[in-house]
Every structure is written in structure tokens, then in C-alpha cells.
């Protein structure tokens, strides 16, 4: 009788390729042996031979109604004799073919299942797609933008997504902000930020500085050292409660962003929660970010909250989001994602795939704006316009303040 696990990803495999083992060798994997994402090549790789039962066995009439099982099996099963596991411990028993036939049908739909349709109660799937084509900003600066665009003009919470690309002495100098948050991350390089209320410092690979503008703010944004300089920077809107809140900060180094690997799938928690991990920024609005990393074979799946808006930035290599029939994305793409409970990703590819996801809760509130000024109404646009020619109501240090090189 069997023995062995009943929780495994796949109960049983004959060992077929090893002749110098006997029929009943078989192989117990558990589902930390067997990562998610390689379960679908195992599976198609399973051996089906005549040779599991030996001719002692033929004797049994039990044993016979099974082998018509198992060839009626062999002949719906692809064959590659080359397909080997090793270095797992091995178990013997005499186990009837029909049961390796009956738990590897379960775990086949099991592991069909995992991070699909059925992860979610309601899963996101990609409703548009936006190619972020290279524009000048700022000084000298390239950047890609996602959303701002005639074609994408808000996401709400989300009011701008720009990739840049900056080499010295290109960049952003001075220039104000009112009644939202930037988010800046940085992919490659660095970047020298100050204001007027004498903030300083540099972000480099991997680090994040969470800038909320409130009330007012000005400051520059400028290339540290030789080469590019690549990042991305993320306006998150305020509720109107918050539009006049003090300007702050939250800042993290690479080394303090949380991140967590498994199963060829690396994510660093920007914002918000994954894998069981959370990050430590506070957002105003409620917002995930997440940077991605798949290796080629790579399976992830990722809740959002059935009410936020969402959206994939690709920054490296092509991947499948929300459903396997979907056509691959690639670098620079953006996806909007419909309404839902979760997202699932694929990496079919043979290189890295590396994207952001980010979501956040709609404000359902009016946006009215004017380059860097967001507001509720044209009158409270028109008052920040004021405020900040007349340096007065958040302003005031915009009289004698200007960035040093």
C-alpha cells in the first residue's frame, strides 16, 4: 500500500530512467523540493514505460485492469527519456501505476491553479497598453512617461510616472511643487536634491526618498557624478485635507528597503506589502509599490485591493501579466489593470524580468492642475499661482533661496 505523502506537489515519480533500479523506486517531492515555477516542466516531462511492471506481474488480473489504465495513459503522455531528477531521497514501494496517474492529475490542477483565476476571487487582467516613448523635461533631461500623457492624463490616486535619463550638467533646477507627494527611486546612479527649507542629500541605486510638497515647496533635482542617471519619479496625490499640510520627507537607503526572494522571485517593498513582507513608508493615500525581479521559468502572483487603481511599468525583459493567453510586454510598456483582488505574472522568457507594480486607493476627488500644482478648483489654482509669485502662504523662503551647484 502507499505510504507516502498526500501533500506533495507530485506523489510519485518512477525513477525509469535509472535501470539499475527496480520498478517500485520512486521519488517523493514536497512543494519546498519543487518550486512553483518548475512544476510545469517537470510535469511535461514525466516517463511512461511498458517496463514499470515486470512479467511476475502480468500473473494478477488486478494488476492487468491496471496496465490497460496505464497504456491508455501512455498514449496521451509526451515521452523524453532524458528527463531526470536527482539528489532527492528515494522510497520504495510497490505502488500501482494508477495512483502515481490519479495524484499527478490532482497536482497538475492544483499547480494550474496556483496564482490564476482561482488565487483571486476576481483576477486583474490588462485592459491598456501605453509604450513610453523618450520626451525632453527640465533641463537637457529624457524622460518616459507613462502617466500625464494626452493618452493617459491621470490614474487616480496617481497624477505623473516618469522614467528618467540624466547626464550632467542636464537635470531639474528649481522649481515648486503644491498638494501632492513625489516619490523618486533610483534605478541607476544618483541624484542631488535641496530645497528651501535646506533639506540636502543624494540618493543612489536603490534608494527612495518620499517628498510630500503640502503646502509648498521648491527645490531641484540634479545628476550626481559622470554617465546616466536613471530613475523613476511617481506624483501621488493628497486629499484635499493634506493639500496644505508642511512639507517632509521619508527616505531610505537601498539596505533599509525590505525585500524577500523565493522561487525565482525577488520583490523590494517600496511601498506597501508583499510576500509577507511590509515596507516602512508611510503613505497619505494609500498606495503599493513594488519592484519585481523574475528569473526565466518564473511564476508570481500579487493581492491588491479590490478598490485601488493599478498599473505595470516593465522596465527589463517581457513578461505575461493577468492571464497566460495575453500577449508578452516589454521594456518601457505600460499596463493599466482592470478592477480585481490580484495579479498574476509569468516569466516564459529566457532573460530577467524586472517591473514595477503600483497601486493605489482612488481619492474620487476633483483634480484641477497647473504644471506642478495640484488642487481641487481653478479659484484654489489660481490662489497658489498668487502665493507663489508673492512668495506668501507656504512660499515665504522662495524670496531669498536658490539652489547651490
Given at each position: 500500500m502507499y505510504d507516502g505523502p498526500t501533500d506533495s506537489w507530485v506523489t510519485l515519480l518512477p525513477f525509469l530512467s535509472l535501470p539499475n533500479l527496480s520498478p517500485s523506486s520512486f521519488v517523493f517531492l514536497n512543494e519546498s523540493q519543487l518550486p512553483t515555477?518548475?512544476?510545469?516542466?517537470?510535469?511535461?516531462?514525466?516517463?511512461?514505460?511498458?517496463?514499470?511492471?515486470?512479467?511476475?506481474?502480468?500473473?494478477?488480473?488486478?494488476?492487468?485492469?491496471?496496465?490497460?489504465?496505464?497504456?491508455?495513459?501512455?498514449?496521451?503522455?509526451?515521452?523524453?527519456?532524458?528527463?531526470?531528477?536527482?539528489?532527492?531521497?528515494?522510497?520504495?514501494?510497490?505502488?500501482?501505476?494508477?495512483?502515481?496517474?490519479?495524484?499527478?492529475?490532482?497536482?497538475?490542477?492544483?499547480?494550474?491553479?496556483?496564482?490564476?483565476?482561482?488565487?483571486?476571487?476576481?483576477?486583474?487582467?490588462?485592459?491598456?497598453?501605453?509604450?513610453?516613448?523618450?520626451?525632453?523635461?527640465?533641463?537637457?533631461?529624457v524622460v518616459r512617461r507613462s502617466i500625464g500623457r494626452l493618452e493617459l492624463k491621470h490614474l487616480d490616486p496617481f497624477l505623473l510616472m516618469d522614467e528618467f535619463s540624466v547626464s550632467a550638467p542636464a537635470g531639474f533646477p528649481d522649481h515648486p511643487h503644491r498638494g501632492f507627494e513625489t516619490v523618486t527611486y533610483m534605478l541607476d546612479g544618483a541624484f542631488t536634491h535641496q530645497d528651501f527649507t535646506g533639506h540636502k542629500g543624494t540618493i543612489r541605486t536603490g534608494d527612495l526618498q518620499w517628498m510630500t510638497a503640502g503646502r509648498g515647496i521648491i527645490h531641484s533635482e540634479m545628476p550626481e557624478g559622470e554617465g546616466i542617471q536613471r530613475g523613476l519619479q511617481l506624483w501621488i496625490n493628497l486629499t484635499a485635507k493634506d493639500k496644505m499640510i508642511a512639507p517632509g520627507y521619508q527616505?531610505?537607503?537601498?539596505?533599509?528597503?525590505?525585500?524577500?526572494?523565493?522561487?525565482?522571485?525577488?520583490?523590494?517593498?517600496?511601498?506597501?506589502?508583499?510576500?509577507?513582507?511590509?515596507s516602512p513608508v508611510y503613505t497619505r493615500t494609500p498606495t503599493m509599490f513594488l519592484d519585481f525581479t523574475l528569473r526565466p521559468g518564473a511564476h508570481t502572483y500579487q493581492h491588491i485591493p479590490d478598490s485601488w487603481n493599478s498599473f505595470v511599468y516593465v522596465l527589463e525583459g517581457e513578461g505575461i501579466f493577468g492571464n497566460l493567453s495575453s500577449s508578452p510586454a516589454t521594456a518601457h510598456h505600460t499596463l493599466v489593470l482592470s478592477t480585481g483582488d490580484g495579479l498574476s505574472i509569468w516569466?516564459?522568457?529566457?532573460?530577467?524580468?524586472?517591473?514595477?507594480?503600483?497601486?493605489?486607493?482612488?481619492?474620487?476627488?476633483?483634480?484641477?492642475?497647473?504644471?506642478?500644482?495640484?488642487?481641487?478648483?481653478?479659484?484654489?489654482?489660481?490662489?497658489?499661482?498668487?502665493?507663489?509669485?508673492?512668495?506668501?502662504?507656504?512660499?515665504?523662503?522662495?524670496?531669498?533661496w536658490k539652489s547651490q551647484p
Open positions: 515555477h518548475a512544476l510545469s516542466s517537470f510535469l511535461q516531462n514525466i516517463l511512461t514505460r511498458k517496463s514499470l511492471v515486470n512479467e511476475r506481474q502480468h500473473k494478477n488480473p488486478q494488476t492487468k485492469r491496471n496496465i490497460e489504465r496505464e497504456r491508455e495513459t501512455e498514449r496521451e503522455m509526451p515521452i523524453n527519456s532524458s528527463f531526470l531528477f536527482h539528489s532527492f531521497p528515494v522510497k520504495r514501494n510497490r505502488v500501482p501505476f494508477h495512483c502515481f496517474i490519479s495524484n499527478l492529475k490532482r497536482s497538475m490542477s492544483r499547480s494550474s491553479s496556483v496564482g490564476q483565476s482561482s488565487s483571486f476571487s476576481r483576477p486583474r487582467h490588462v485592459v491598456k497598453r501605453l509604450l513610453a516613448k523618450p520626451q525632453h523635461e527640465g533641463e537637457g533631461a527616505e531610505l537607503q537601498s539596505e533599509d528597503i525590505n525585500r524577500v526572494e523565493k522561487d525565482g522571485v525577488e520583490v523590494c517593498v517600496i511601498a506597501g506589502e508583499a510576500m509577507g513582507v511590509r516569466n516564459r522568457s529566457t532573460k530577467l524580468l524586472r517591473f514595477v507594480l503600483i497601486g493605489g486607493q482612488p481619492l474620487n476627488e476633483p483634480v484641477v492642475q497647473y504644471g506642478p500644482f495640484v488642487m481641487n478648483t481653478q479659484a484654489e489654482i489660481d490662489q497658489t499661482i498668487e502665493d507663489f509669485q508673492f512668495c506668501k502662504n507656504g512660499f515665504e523662503n522662495a524670496t531669498c
